[in-house]
């Protein structure tokens, strides 16, 4: 199919205005996403963005209406624009065009050196195939035999810097919150997704602003640290003409919808902040300074004021951000721009919420149109002209409508507004005869205590001047506080002061060879006005290390004495009778339990009569006992290694050495070992090993010899032999496979 050449032409005054312009790289990609937004034909579409940094390729794809032939032949005439002409400001979505000026494919030379687009127009339904060299000023076009849908925009050559500043985190989160969609959901615009070499990136919200919102506006408990939002304020400004609603969590006062303020009329202004009570300072000289002839374009916003930390849902950046059209601003997508002085307020009132990192929030310029508008984008795109339009826009936000809004929180803060945040925390208090509780244990507010009113019953004593309650006698009484507008009801609950506890029983039962903390006889609830650990256990009997009885008591009743003493107040005793019951012989069968296969290896090892000796006599001789189930684990591990493996034992190797050694053959798979074996004990075994080697080490004889006081008890040996259990029931059953096995040959 044959090419056409087209030669640029740029209109006059655009051919400067081009050459001086030096976009950045996440500008430049934002305006491209502005002509694929302009370009959609479905509603909710999505823009796909594919940025490619081993090949230094940036792809753009829409499934818009795509460039017929005469649009095609329109980009031969760079900065005239079709868009807007003939009164057409709309979409085929019907949201307003994001840009007007026709210079939309020209800013992709900002990053590229070759341009390649392949459009599919719905007007012609035909595909087209363009090339544009930077510089050339010729574009080059054909037909296209493949079909497509919308526009793919490939931008060739992209310089590593610009690859490096596309793919950095902070130029992605602005690239994200370049779309009004990043806030709040519409219906309309499309969806941004954005790939790096292959790879999604998801950035997007989950939850959108105002839904987060809608879930932290009040304080769910009245812990004082609550993170909420303090506030919503939304404002509207048209020809001079403020409207503004505010939800006040804070204290739920101030609260109004849709009110507006003629900024023209210093009486209308007036009017609105006597009805609120609103203190606003400067007022005169604010409304002095406002120019009402300038015009300035209509827009509207809101801001979400956040109080204390942030929850986990709560993850939008801070600041307010300036959208046009429905698409951002880049000088106001980052966090360090505190255009809205939200700065300045809180470092002269440090009692605001409105701090610069508190507030969230947007303005957004609907249905703006460029050619007409007294507001200028600048040719960076990334900001407004320094004209006197953009001077009041800055006053009108600054002054009025943070102005207002901080001044709402700030009043509400002084005395007389906080008088009216009166919110209880404790409808229900217990406290102890005699002594204080402070009124603000009971209800949040600003006011001294002193201007407070109380009701209380006669059994209720109040100190107004330290802001104290004190209950007077053991009961249940009644204590109504107002702050003249609401008057809450309390019920004070007073106890008995004198300090008392109870034991669970008079007697208990305790197992020889056990540690029992002593602490566990006492009836927790019955404890009051005093501290558990102030309790002093002894015993002139039983061996007691601080509040345990110690597990090397022998079998006997114990008396035991829990003592409690305060200062005016009787001494408290209390008597346990402790019993340590012994093991009986009947206990053996747990050990015979944990060993069924001992007696199968009677005639080919005498180890058996060990195991038989350990059962029966670890309740009587423990520390005999383990050093027996030591010396059973060594000669067992010995002849493991000579007749299972058939390897004579180095003797300078310690046992230690050669359990570790028969867990590495277990974990190989040694086709020395039995398969079924392996199956049934591998796994138990990796995952003992550990209290394996640590309960074998506790055997060691010297243990004894340095500290009499860890004695084995028979419990211990119970303990030690259900550890060494698995280890050596596959080392029985080991022997009697190869018991087997010889006999059969």
């Known amino acids: 199919m044959n090419n056409k050449e087209l030669s640029v032409e740029i209109s006059d005054g655009q051919f400067e205005e081009v050459l001086a312009t030096a976009y950045s790289s996440t500008v430049t990609l934002s305006e491209l996403i502005k002509n694929s937004s302009d370009a959609c034909y479905i509603k909710r579409d999505t823009i796909v963005i594919d940025v490619n940094e081993h090949e230094n390729v940036v792809v753009v794809k829409d499934n818009g209406v795509g460039l017929s032939a005469q649009d095609i032949r329109n980009l031969a005439s760079v900065g005239e624009s079709k868009k807007m002409t003939q009164g057409n400001v709309l979409s085929k979505i019907g949201e307003p065009y994001a840009g007007s000026k026709g210079l939309g494919l020209l800013t992709a030379f900002n990053l590229c050196q070759h341009l390649e687009i392949i459009t599919h127009s719905r007007e012609d339904d035909k595909t087209y195939f363009l090339s544009w060299e930077k510089g050339t000023k010729r574009i080059v076009y054909r037909e296209h035999d493949t079909p497509s849908l919308g526009t793919t925009l490939t931008m060739r050559g992209v310089s590593d810097d610009s690859m490096k500043m596309l793919t950095h985190e902070d130029e992605i989160n602005k690239l994200f919150l370049s779309s009004i969609t990043y806030y709040a959901n519409s219906k309309t615009l499309p969806t941004i997704k954005l790939y790096v070499n292959g790879v999604e990136i998801k950035k997007m919200q989950r939850h959108k602003l105002d839904d987060i919102y809608q879930k932290y506006n009040r304080p769910k408990t009245r812990a004082k640290r609550e993170a909420y939002f303090v506030a919503k304020a939304t404002f509207k400004y048209s020809n001079n003409r403020l409207t503004l609603s505010y939800e006040d969590n804070l204290y739920n006062v101030c609260n109004f919808d849709n009110e507006t303020i003629d900024l023209s009329d210093i009486d209308s202004v007036r009017n609105f902040l006597s009805r609120h009570n609103i203190v606003f300072r400067k007022l005169k000289e604010k409304f002095n300074g406002y120019d009402p002839e300038t015009p300035v374009d209509d827009f509207e916003g809101v801001y979400y004021v956040w109080k204390e930390r942030k929850t986990a849902e709560m993850t939008y950046p801070f600041g307010i951000r300036i959208y046009v059209n429905n698409y951002g601003l880049y000088n106001y997508l980052g966090q360090a721009n505190d255009w809205t002085q939200h700065s300045e307020i809180s470092q002269n009132v440090k009692a605001t919420n409105y701090k610069f990192k508190n507030t969230y929030g947007y303005v957004l310029f609907n249905n703006f149109n460029e050619e007409q508008s007294s507001l200028k984008i600048s040719k960076e795109r990334n900001d407004f002209t320094g004209n006197y339009s953009h001077k009041k826009f800055y006053d009108i936000m600054c002054n009025f409508v943070s102005g207002i809004f901080s001044s709402i929180d700030i009043t509400l803060k002084d005395t007389e507004g906080r008088g009216l945040s009166f919110i209880p925390i404790q409808k229900n208090r217990k406290t102890i005869v005699g002594k204080p509780i402070d009124i603000r244990d009971l209800v949040r507010t600003d006011l001294p205590s002193q201007q407070l009113l109380f009701e209380p019953d006669e059994n209720i004593e109040i100190d107004q001047e330290k802001g104290l309650i004190y209950v007077k006698s053991v009961g249940e009484y009644e204590l109504k506080i107002s702050n003249g507008i609401t008057t809450e009801i309390f019920s004070i609950k007073g106890e008995d002061p004198a300090p008392s506890f109870e034991l669970k029983n008079t007697t208990a039962r305790v197992r020889e060879g056990t ?80 060993f069924p296969d001992y007696e199968e290896i009677e005639d080919y090892y005498k180890l058996n009569d060990v195991v038989h000796q350990i059962s029966i006599g670890y309740t009587n001789s423990p520390v005999v006992c383990g050093i027996a189930l030591r010396s059973l684990m060594e000669i067992t591990i010995r002849h493991f290694l000579e007749d299972v493996l058939e390897e ?81 029931q596959f080392i029985f059953k080991s022997l009697v496979i190869k018991k087997n096995s010889r006999e059969q040959a």
């Open 515 to 594: 540690t029992q903390n002593l602490f566990d006889f006492i009836a927790k609830n019955s404890c009051k006005n005093l501290v558990l650990s102030d309790i002093i256990i002894e015993s002139d009997s039983a061996k007691i290390d601080k509040y345990s009885l110690k597990k090397t008591n022998k079998p006997d009743i114990y008396p035991i004495k829990y003592i409690y003493q305060s200062e005016g107040h009787p001494e408290i005793c209390k008597i346990l009778d402790v019993e340590v019951f012994p093991l009986y012989e009947n206990d053996a069968k747990a050990m015979g339990r944990l």
């Open 648 to 728: 004579e034992p180095e003797k300078e190797i310690t046992p230690l050495h050669k359990i570790n050694y028969i867990f590495t053959l277990i974990g190989k798979g040694d086709p020395r070992l039995d398969e079924d074996l392996l199956k049934e004990y591998g796994k138990k075994l990796k995952r003992s090993k550990k209290d394996l080697v640590d309960y074998y080490e506790r055997l060691d004889l010297n243990r004894y010899v340095h500290d009499s006081d860890s004695l084995t008890t028979s419990s211990d040996i119970l303990v030690f032999a259900r550890k060494l259990n698995n280890f050596l």
